[in-house]
Antibody, heavy 119, light 106 residues
Framework: DVQLQESGPGLVKPSQSLSLTCTVT?????????WNWIRQFPGNKLEWMGY???????SYNPSLKSRISITRDTSKNQFFLQLNSVTTEDTATYYC????????????WGQGTSVTVSS | DIQMTQSSSSFSVSLGDRVTITCKAS??????LAWYQQKPGNAPRLLIS???SLETGVPSRFSGSGSGKDYTLSITSLQTEDVATYYC????????FGGGTKLEIK
């Protein structure tokens, strides 16, 4: 069964970088799918942040393009989110999820990890 | 960016009711529309993709319809386990979500 699990610090200081890991089991991140980061703000708005595809190509939400980087470690079947220069507006629950390459819905999601940006 | 609008942020419903949740896109999204269910503390769960295709394991009381800019999610005979927040999402051009519709029991 496909499972995704987010991990990382729950508290980040303003102006620092937020770094999260998504560990995937039951499916290779080098096969067929794209691997996304999505966040949900307090108040429940959902925002797609970006993805890294099975081939290693990336696509980012233009609203984040200058601050975001998504990379991967294929040997560990993990992919990563780095968001630079965070502010309190980046406080959210962060989810990783997959979609079939192209434009498709997200069929498997991690359980989410809460990140608070605060000094 | 394509904007997705769910006109009702919450509904009070009774068990056994038929419920219809609406979603409107800011432009034609050619049926590239998904519906998700989210319960407190959980990730969104994909229910319907392609506007009408039910995902494996989703009860048949859920159905989707619509075209162009306008889409609906229907639940016939609401069950206790259906009490949740429902989000639409377009994937015609990147991915954007509606604001959600929360179902509450009267």
């Amino acid at each position: 069964d496909v499972q995704l699990q987010e991990s990382g610090p729950g508290l980040v200081k303003p102006s620092q970088s937020l770094s999260l890991t998504c560990t995937v089991t039951g499916y290779s991140i080098t096969s067929d799918y794209a691997w996304n980061w999505i966040r949900q703000f307090p108040g429940n708005k959902l925002e797609w942040m970006g993805y890294i595809s099975y081939s290693g190509s990336t696509s980012y939400n233009p609203s984040l393009k200058s601050r975001i980087s998504i990379t991967r470690d294929t040997s560990k079947n993990q992919f990563f989110l780095q968001l630079n220069s965070v502010t309190t507006e980046d406080t959210a629950t962060y989810y990783c999820a997959r979609h079939y390459v192209g434009y498709y819905a997200m069929d498997y999601w991690g359980q989410g990890t809460s990140v608070t940006v605060s000094s | 960016d394509i904007q997705m609008t769910q006109s009702s942020s919450s509904f009070s419903v009774s068990l056994g009711d038929r419920v219809t949740i609406t979603c409107k896109a800011s432009e034609d999204i050619y049926n590239r529309l998904a519906w998700y269910q989210q319960k407190p503390g959980n990730a969104p769960r994909l229910l319907i993709s392609g506007a009408t295709s039910l995902e494996t394991g989703v009860p048949s009381r859920f159905s989707g319809s619509g075209s162009g800019k306008d889409y609906t999610l229907s639940i016939t005979s609401l069950q206790t386990e259906d009490v949740a927040t429902y989000y639409c999402q377009q994937y015609w051009s990147t991915w954007t979500f509606g604001g959600g519709t929360k179902l509450e029991i009267k």
